[in-house]
């Protein structure tokens, strides 16, 4: 959408809606950076807080009719939580993100809040594009047009003729389009993303970019030993794909390779899962949409690290094909693993995949996966696992601070370690219940060898099946996106910090 930044007075600004924010103080609710409105409409707003239930917590959105007192038709008050003399990016980010996400049908917003430096900035366009997002593939026309979001955003700051704030903002769309296609593919239902459909998705979204896209079918699969994924998916009609994408800048100052689960569906094979919220693992591909849109974005940004993306796509179903509990399979590069629950796929394709990401002797290999229902039960719906090695680890938290996503870092226990011995391959799929993320993520880094490696569990906070928040849709999140194209630029200014 089209997106400008303006030093005009807010208050002349001709929009459909001018957002501004609101905070809470201990005498109750403020106006934060909204001087440039009637002094006659600010006391207005402040005298019938209560009566119009302003608050100014985070995440709250309120609209008023301005009455002719500005040119906008519409002020929307959205809410920052405690006032303070700086609010954090992601404060800034989420509240932006709630008033687009709640103007579904205004075609103009502007939006003026504290966006007085580059990192404010950043913050209040990224959250705007974020929250406007609606996805209406299946949706008739009035419908969608109805839930449609705002189509031109005009963001008040006065860096308007600041460089900086121009590539701010061209980075801030990039991330945007970045998660928005992951939502959409996360969103796709199932018998239109299969595997495929999805490597043929994974080809057009490369189009006009520098990034290279391979598709290993089942029969380039078998002969190059990829057995998890083909176990996985010998029980659907729909084969799997191993899709391979690589941007590769020149001199790149460093080289990054990203995995990701691609379940298009998991109904948990011949181990079948319930049958109550089945409907959303369409989802379990989560991780394999950010991996391919992380590395669309890191092209598109013109990045000058080598980033590799493995996308391990297959649809997990029960029938007369399927794998068996029992069933030892031969993972990429020889190792043997017992399969004792067709549930615990993810951990399956995974390993190929890490397998594959390795051999080209990349200097850090993150996955990603929607993997346990225990990351869950763990850390709830919005917050995110990461395992590995101990400064792999860190970074990764360092880039999700920085991102606004939220990571926790976990323990690989070598204790846990035994309980994934079999009696009759190097490996069993599954452990016994207690850990189960931990174990999860044991059973990974059997397959990285002494790479430098991280594992993020983003099995809650993909696929948000509650009601919107933040510049959070209900249904595909895109996590993961923004935390791993943080984890590229971090590694490329660290090395171009050292020259």
Request: aromatic share 4%.
């Amino acid at each position: 959408m089209p997106l400008t930044l303006t030093a005009k007075d807010p208050a002349r600004l001709a929009a459909d809606a001018l957002v501004v924010a609101t905070a809470t103080t201990d005498d109750g609710v403020v106006l934060v950076s909204a001087d440039a409105l009637p002094a006659a409409l600010r006391n207005h707003i402040l005298r019938a807080a209560v009566t119009l239930g302003i608050t100014g917590a985070a995440d709250e959105v309120r609209k008023v009719p301005t009455a002719g007192e500005i040119a906008a038709p519409v002020l929307v008050l959205t809410g920052l939580g405690a006032k303070t003399d700086r609010y954090s990016a992601e404060t800034l980010r989420r509240a932006a993100g709630a008033a687009t996400r709640e103007l579904a049908g205004a075609e103009s917003v502007a939006l003026a809040l504290p966006a007085d430096d580059v990192e404010l900035l950043a913050a209040v366009v990224e959250g705007a594009l974020l929250g406007a997002y609606s996805y209406t593939r299946y949706r008739d026309a009035k419908a969608a047009a109805k839930s449609a979001p705002p189509t031109a955003l005009e963001i008040v700051t006065p860096l308007v003729r600041e460089g900086a704030a121009k590539a701010a903002v061209a980075r801030a769309e990039a991330i945007a389009a970045a998660v928005h296609a992951t939502r959409d593919l996360i969103n796709a239902a199932p018998n239109d993303l299969f595997p495929e459909a999805f490597a043929d998705l994974a080809k057009a979204a490369a189009k006009g970019t520098s990034v290279k896209v391979t598709v290993l079918d089942e029969k380039a699969l078998a002969a190059g030993g990829y057995g998890g994924i083909l176990a996985v998916g010998q029980g659907s009609a729909r084969g799997p794909r191993l899709v391979k994408l690589s941007y590769a800048p020149s001199r790149p100052s460093a080289k990054v390779a990203l995995v990701g689960k691609g379940i298009t569906f998991d109904s948990g094979g011949i181990s079948i899962k319930p049958a109550a919220g089945m409907e959303a693992m369409k989802s379990d591909m989560s991780g394999a949409a950010a991996v391919l849109h992380t590395v669309i974005a890191a092209a598109r940004l013109e990045l000058p690290v080598a980033v590799t993306g493995w996308l391990c796509i297959a649809e997990n179903m029960p029938s007369g094909s399927a794998q068996r509990p029992s069933d030892v399979i031969t993972i990429r590069g020889g190792k043997t693993v017992e399969v004792l629950n067709t549930d615990a796929e993810g951990r399956l394709v995974l390993a190929d995949g890490l397998v594959a990401a390795v051999e080209e002797k990349p200097d850090v290999v993150l996955d990603i996966a929607t993997l346990t229902g225990a990351q869950m039960v763990a850390l709830g719906n919005r917050v995110s696992a990461v395992m590995g090695t101990d400064d792999v680890r860190a970074e990764v938290i360092d880039a999700a601070g920085v991102a606004g996503e939220q990571f926790w870092p976990m323990p690989l226990p070598e204790d846990l370690r035994p309980g994934l011995n079999s009696k009759f391959a190097d490996l069993a799929n599954i452990s016994d219940r207690w850990g189960g993320m931990l174990t999860a993520g044991l059973f990974l880094k059997e397959f990285v060898g002494s790479t430098p490696w991280a594992h993020l569990d983003i099995a809650g906070p993909a696929y948000n099946e509650k009601a919107a928040h933040g510049y959070t849709s209900v249904g595909g999140t895109g996590v993961g996106v923004r935390t791993m194209l943080a984890v590229i630029e971090a590694r490329a200014a660290k090395v171009a910090a050292k020259k």
